[in-house]
C-alpha cells in the first residue's frame, strides 16, 4: 500500500463549478498534509497545509481532514480555467519530516 | 516569503560533460534541501536529502558519484550531474525546508531545471 494516494484523473469540471480532489494515506500517525499544484511544466507550488481535524478555508481553497477515515481533500470553489492543473497531496513521514510522500497527483481540468 | 530560485531554468548539453544546477532560498535559511527528478508525465521522485554542511543523504538507486550534492552555506544547494547522458534527459526541481515546527515544517520549490542532453 502506497503511503499516500490519489486518483490520477482527469477530473472535469465547469467553470464556476467546485472541483473537490481527494487524497488518502496510510499511516494513522501522519500529523500534517499539504496541498501543492503543478501547471504543466512548472514546478510544484504550496496552496496550503492543515493539520487538525475539520476544515482550512483559504480564498476559494479549503482544506477538510478526517484522520478518523485518513482522508484529506482539496476543495476548489468557483472553479476557473486558470485552476487546471495537477494537485499533489504531501504528507511526512510521522518520524522523519524531511520525509515528504508526494501522492501521484490528480489532473484537474477546467472548462470555460 | 519563502521564495527558492534555481539556475540555470534550462540547460542543453552534450553528452559526457557535467552540468551544475544552483538552488537557493532567497529570503530564509534553509538547513536542508530535496533535489527531486520528474520525467514527464510522472510524479515526482526524491533524489537525495542536502544538509548544510555535512554529506546528502541519497535515495535508493540514486548514483552518488553522478549526482554531486554540495550544500555549503545556509542559502546555496548545488547539484552537479556528472557525465551527463541522454537518460539523465529530465526536469530537476529542488525544494527547501522552512521550519516552523516539527510536522508543520514546509518544503518550497524551486522553478526547476530542465536538462537535455544530447
Known amino acids: 500500500q502506497k503511503e499516500v494516494e490519489q486518483n490520477s484523473g482527469p477530473l472535469s469540471v465547469p467553470e464556476g463549478a467546485i472541483a473537490s480532489l481527494n487524497c488518502t494515506y496510510s499511516?494513522?500517525?501522519?500529523?500534517?498534509f499539504f496541498w501543492y499544484r503543478q501547471y504543466s511544466g512548472k514546478s510544484p507550488e504550496l496552496i496550503m497545509f492543515?493539520?487538525?481535524?475539520g476544515d482550512k478555508e483559504d480564498g476559494r481553497f479549503t482544506a477538510q481532514l478526517n484522520k478518523a477515515s485518513q482522508y484529506v481533500s482539496l476543495l476548489i470553489r468557483d472553479s476557473q480555467p486558470s485552476d487546471s492543473a495537477t494537485y499533489l497531496c504531501a504528507v511526512p513521514a510521522r518520524y522523519n519530516f524531511n520525509k515528504f510522500y508526494f501522492g501521484s497527483g490528480t489532473k484537474l481540468n477546467v472548462k470555460p | 516569503g519563502a521564495v527558492v530560485s534555481q539556475h540555470p531554468s534550462r540547460v542543453i548539453c552534450k553528452s559526457g560533460t557535467s552540468v551544475k544546477i544552483e538552488c537557493r532560498s532567497l529570503?530564509?535559511?534553509?538547513?536542508?534541501m530535496f533535489w527531486y527528478r520528474q520525467f514527464p508525465k510522472q510524479s515526482l521522485m526524491l533524489m537525495a536529502t542536502?544538509?548544510?554542511?555535512?554529506?546528502?543523504?541519497?535515495e535508493q538507486g540514486v548514483e552518488k558519484d553522478k549526482f554531486l550534492i554540495n550544500h555549503a552555506s545556509l542559502t546555496l544547494s548545488t547539484l552537479t550531474v556528472t557525465s551527463a547522458h541522454p537518460e539523465d534527459s529530465s526536469f530537476y526541481i529542488c525544494?527547501?525546508?522552512?521550519?516552523?515546527?516539527?510536522?508543520?515544517?514546509?518544503?518550497?520549490f524551486g522553478p526547476g531545471t530542465r536538462l537535455t542532453v544530447l
Open positions: 542536502s544538509n548544510e554542511g555535512s554529506k546528502a543523504t541519497y
Open positions: 499511516d494513522r500517525g501522519s500529523q500534517s
Open positions: 525544494s527547501a525546508r522552512v521550519v516552523r515546527g516539527g510536522s508543520t515544517d514546509t518544503q518550497y
Open positions: 492543515i493539520y487538525s481535524n
Open positions: 529570503d530564509f535559511q534553509a538547513t536542508t
